[in-house]
Nanobody
Framework: VQLQASGGGLVQAGGSLRLSCAASGRTFSSYFMGWFRQRPGKEREFVAGITWSGGNIHYGDFVKGRFTISRDNAKNTVYVQMFSLKPEDTAVYYC??????????????????WGQGTLVTVSS
């Protein structure tokens, strides 16, 4: 599976962005898909994740209803819609894929494939 993230950019605080992650590979629909972010000087942290069916969705604690993850298996694409962005959301955002084994979806080590990252900058 190869992943290509896009949609990052510069936005003012309170604004919105939608990130996309296009996947190649025949087995995309079987993978659990996650979004992570890495803020300057911080460790990579879990943003959101979604099962292949979309039936189970998880968010990082900091999201607090501001982000929505979704996927379109027909388009081999996963999205994260981000609302009410804050300057502290400034980070490189990565999409990742893992086989649906275990429950440690929040752990970046458990992911098998990573996209290249897309930079989100939120100005105050």
């Amino acid at each position: 599976v190869q992943l290509q993230a896009s949609g990052g950019g510069l936005v003012q605080a309170g604004g919105s962005l939608r990130l996309s992650c296009a996947a190649s590979g025949r087995t995309f629909s079987s993978y659990f898909m996650g979004w992570f972010r890495q803020r300057p000087g911080k460790e990579r942290e879990f943003v959101a994740g979604i099962t292949w069916s979309g039936g189970n969705i998880h968010y990082g604690d900091f999201v607090k209803g501001r982000f929505t993850i979704s996927r379109d298996n027909a388009k081999n694409t996963v999205y994260v819609q981000m609302f009410s962005l804050k300057p502290e959301d400034t980070a490189v955002y990565y999409c990742a894929a893992r086989r649906p084994l275990g429950n440690d979806y929040y752990n970046p080590v458990s992911y098998d494939y990573w996209g290249q990252g897309t930079l989100v900058t939120v100005s105050s």
